[in-house]
């Protein structure tokens, strides 16, 4: 066979970064799968979403040929704005949804467009090379999309975010039988999704978290209030359906809410009377046992919707004794505290709070070991590479696709700047390369790096203290130094602290005039002393900033 | 009757502060009953630990009779050595295990001593004017205490973190019976603990981890590898079995695995061989499966034992292919990054890792909602104050000890900071006080409040911006200002950005000249020219410290 090597090469998704994205070359043209975003953690001082870092690509620029957008979760597009940025040129195929939400997305960074094309589940593609066939998956966002790349030396087979609910809300499971089909003709290498691979068991159809919502809206006296992720439009459609079905009216609260879905009605994907549905000035006339709200906040972000309600500071929402609220939504790892906040909040403002902690109103949007043993039992594949998840999920799945039959010596665990290559239907890891994070604060794109964060979260910890130090021209001290601190102790208890700090500095840089100083030498002295004198006095390290002023 | 009424004022352990810490008050005495800390949150920027605030009681200090420990966990005795400091005459009562592990706390706290007096279970005792009765709790750790206080006004009960594990490891359930015997004379007041009040269901029994942990040592091929909370000392007794059993040896690893089994084995509540342990160092000449560690670090914790060997920084453990590690110890919220962190690491080392995740290798130290059901039954209160949760805990609680009959008007959900008053078998809410939590960092104790932690805060965001302008003696800028900034942009980024800033803010000082300029406008304008430099060049909020120098 005379085409090179087919190379898959992983950007994000795999181990700590979550902003999923891939690209796989086919004779020199580049496809791109998935352009995700990441969220901080508590170590990204200051920073707003974490972006996978594509500089590999800039060179090839005018090979990219598309990317190919899965679906529509921010961990899989989110950073699509920041991508056409930097590759104006390249199409982005997706189904109608998930590009009407990338779409969206692209309204909040002026300037950036792109050029959409509709694909859908079922379809095949030829762009470029790129043979594709497009195959539904379900997952917690409708319109998931599973990607089968035809090439000469094998078919590559990448699952997308998927589950397998069985009876899924919209009557459309994951397509088995078009995966058996596809693994007759022979998978020569699949990259399937990871995230609940050290779940045991079988996730529960999301039809369960409809019954528990109608018993809730059963029970309920006061209003109902349902927080969920805007883009769970299956989620958002149970709950419709439970409270139009309790004789009650639904009102979207929160920007995403509003943003989202009028898209999915428009697409189809979401379905209801305008009769059901009211505005948020509309509310305070109905009577509390006819209100719905659909609103955000699941994760406890400070400003989303619940969170303002649970605080007591929504403008137009007064939760109280009688009502109920239900977190129809997961715990992301690492939003606990505020998710806890939340329910403390608003279970001080009397009402009753309903969450995965207490009952059946959430499931998971990825297949669990048990079903991912189903899934490689039908799809076959020769060779794996686990993908979507920490190093732990990936591992996991390894063994999973091992116990269902696929060689260990064709299972490769990656992470980010990995690459694979299939060559005549056998697959071998190839060269790695730089892969990484790019952190966006603010205006910036990449200008934050891990020194900026070392130094954000000293100061985060410790606080700073800086020493204004005049010298005459021959770098001697005049006068006694300035010392300043912001975050080392209160202001009420600075004063005398600071002033001894200024004579301690005062004396241990006169000393230091013999041994004929410099400014570096001063500044550095004025570090040592700084230091010294603030662990001895209150066992702090308080970043020190020295400031030399010529007299 | 003449004598005053019985207060119940709560410092800590209600609502966000888990730091739990309640006085009773009798005839003018003040019994403490647990002194407790709580860890930092994420929000808690550099604050070591966090104490309740016992203000209110310095004016009573020669009135304070005893403090109680109900058991030895921190959140419940963890404040000592600073209570007394500050009392250092009151004597504290506890069982011999509370006491000893209260005891080496103090070790770390020079100059701090206590004078400690051992209760047990079943006893009675007077200490001054209190009358009182110990009784037995299972808990996660051994030799937990409920309290029972015999008032002229009637009884009150404390029942100490506490659940009811029928088959306990130690063979002695709670002791329901003298519950209910309490019960059958009269209950004016209970006070009992909510941790998992919203928790449906039964907590599985201690031994159910037992059987967990044989089967995987029973599959375990190289090393295993057990971390767990070193308190919980019947969870290490089957560790130890379960290793024994399958013929190995444990080695203790991590300062408190170190510190405590010595104490534990002393008082009679861990029982081994000698010849089944081992030190670290003779851990290399055994073969890998008749090895066991048991270790710290099952929260993630930086520098704890299974951390480093994540990290492959453990001086003496490097983990292989081939070793397995259990982590049978709970999820503490806020810990789930640095958790899944140290298992992503275990399993890049190729250990095999089982936590609560995967596997029953913990169950939890407090009775579920259906289990205080039984409780509430048996207690027969007359009137309730949950404690020990978080508000949704404490509502939740509520809930229950109504459903079981407690009249919906003698519950009382309260606060830090609130009362109630017994005064003959009738309970009312008192007078609240000045409660809150007290910021241990460094050497400080309390000297670090809100606003110095809103400083840290903003500068871990967002960096911070130094500008130091020499003025003349009528305010007027001399030669060009210094801009400093550490945290904003990175160091190479910042020479442009930072000589720009100074020429702006120059002449922004310079166009103020005319209108009369004094250092505090001056400063002003300083910080506003800054900010919105750095707004518009970055889109960030760096905090400004201007300094002024007189030339």
Partial sequence: MSSPPVQVRFFGGLGEIGANMATIEVDGRILVLDTGLTFPDAEHHGI?????????????????????????????????PFFLRDFPDVPVYGTSLTNGLAESKLTEHSGVQGEFREVAAGERHQVGPFDLEFLRVTHSIPEGLATALHTPHGTVLHSGDFKLDQTPIDAHPTDLPHFAELGDDGIALLLADSTNADTPGHVPSERTVGKTLRQVFGDAEGRVVVTTFASHIHRVQQVVDAAVGAGRKVCFVGRSMLRIMPIARDLGV?????????????????????????????QG???????????????????????TVVMASSVIPGNES??????????????RVVHTGSADVHVSGHAAADELAFFHNIVRAQAFVPVHGEYRHMVAHADIAADCGVPRDRIFVCENGDSVLLEDGDVRVGQSF????????????????DAVLRDRGAMSEEGVCVAVITVDAHARLVGTPQVVQQGVVSAERAEPLITK????????????????????LL?????ETLRRYWREQTGRRPVILPVIVDH
């Fill in 48 to 80: 707003d979403v974490i972006l996978p870092d594509w500089s590999a690509l800039r060179e090839r620029a005018g090979d990219i040929e598309a990317v190919v957008l899965t679906h529509g979760h921010e961990d899989h597009l989110g950073a699509l």
């Fill in 270 to 298: 979401l379905d209801y009377d305008d009769e059901d549905v009211v505005q948020l000035h509309e509310v305070d006339r109905l009577p509390p046992q006819q209100v719905t709200l659909v609103c955000t906040g699941s």
């Fill in 301 to 323: 972000e400070p400003f989303a919707a619940l969170s303002l309600m649970a605080a007591g500071r929504h403008r137009q929402v007064t939760l109280d004794h009688g009502d």
């Fill in 338 to 351: 505020a998710i806890y906040r939340t329910i403390n909040g608003l279970t001080r403002r009397g009402a």
């Fill in 434 to 449: 730089d892969a990484g994070r790019v952190f966006v604060d603010g205006l910036g794109i990449g200008d934050v790096g």
């Fill in 501 to 520: 700090a200024a004579e301690e500095l005062a004396t241990a840089l006169r000393g230091e005039e013999d041994r004929g100083s410099e400014p570096s």
């Fill in 523 to 527: 500044r550095r002295q004025a570090v």
